[in-house]
């Protein structure tokens, strides 16, 4: 999980950063180009992080009550991140002026902006994978392999085929 969530780091904040800094001079249709191919960039490197980032979590411990204090926690870091980014953006970089008295239509307040938001959430990720490292490891070096044999396709689709007739919606999900 750790791998990859190390391999989103960069993706993520560069596209971020450049998402918020698109070249000058590009017309309308640049202008368009650039900012769907970084968003979209932006958000697979996001869910290459998230998606393994929530898996860890959840392995971080095998007491029930203590997987809800860890994702407790989790769930209050992101809002608190989601508010905080609010707040440093209007704090410092969208701040009015008397040529901007609504400091987000401050064009050249973007980049900045941007940039310090990729390079926030970079650290976040790397301070959350040193953290989350160690104890990791150590719960997964103590398990045995067999604690979760691997089943043969087969018979996982043995297994699963009967379930499809139990829940009648599964065939919408499917499809």
Sequence with gaps: RHTLMAASILPFGGAF????????????????????????VTRIGITLWTIPFYAVGVELSRDPAERSRLIAIRTIGSN??????????????????PQYPRGQLNADAY????????????????????????????????????????????????????????TPNIYIVIA
Aim: net charge positive; with cysteine.
């Design 111 to 166: 980049p900045g902006f941007g940039l310090a938001i990729a390079l926030a959430a970079a650290v976040i990720m790397v301070v959350t994978i040193a953290v989350t490292r160690s104890p990791l490891q150590r719960i997964h070096d103590a398990e045995s392999p067999t604690a979760y044999p691997r089943l043969p396709l087969g018979t996982v689709f043995r297994q699963f085929l009967p379930t499809i007739r139990l």
């Design 17 to 40: 950063a450049a998402l918020f800094n698109p070249p000058q001079g590009l017309g309308t249709f640049g202008l368009f180009l650039w900012l769907l191919c970084f968003a979209v």
């Design 80 to 97: 608190a991140a989601r508010f905080s980014l609010t707040w440093v953006a209007f704090t410092f970089f969208f701040v009015a002026t």
